[in-house]
C-alpha cells in the first residue's frame, strides 16, 4: 500500500450521504470517519463495486454481524436477528490482499 508500516486506527461513525447509519450493506455509498488517520494517509486502490470486505475486524473471522432492530422499511420487530454474516473466506480475504485488491 501506500504506507509500509500499518495504521492502527478505530471507527468512530459510519455515514451515508452526511448522514450517521449503524451500518452500512454492499451497494451504499458510505464513507467511515477513523481516529488519528490524516486524509493524505488513505489510499483507495479499489473503485467501483466490489464484495471483498475492506476493514477485518480485530480478532475473530468471520467478523461478528449484528442484526437490526429495524427493517429495510422501517418496520420493528426482529428483522436481522436469524441472519448470518455473508462475508468471503479468510482465504479468499488474505489472497486479496496479498495481490494488492484490498488493503488493510
Known amino acids: 500500500g501506500k504506507n ?50 475492506a476493514i477485518r475486524s480485530a480478532g475473530a473471522w468471520p467478523p461478528v454481524k449484528h442484526g437490526s432492530t429495524r427493517g429495510p422499511y422501517g418496520q420493528t420487530g426482529t428483522y436481522g436477528k436469524e441472519e448470518s454474516w455473508d462475508a468471503v473466506g479468510e482465504q479468499e480475504y488474505l489472497t486479496a490482499v496479498r495481490k494488492g485488491w484490498v488493503q488493510l
Open 4 to 53: 509500509k508500516v500499518p495504521i492502527k486506527t478505530k471507527v468512530t461513525d459510519i455515514e451515508t450521504f452526511k448522514k450517521s447509519c449503524d451500518e452500512s450493506r454492499a451497494g451504499d455509498n458510505s464513507g467511515l470517519l477513523l481516529r488519528g488517520v490524516k486524509r493524505e494517509d488513505v489510499h483507495a486502490l479499489v473503485h467501483g463495486d466490489f464484495t471483498m470486505p
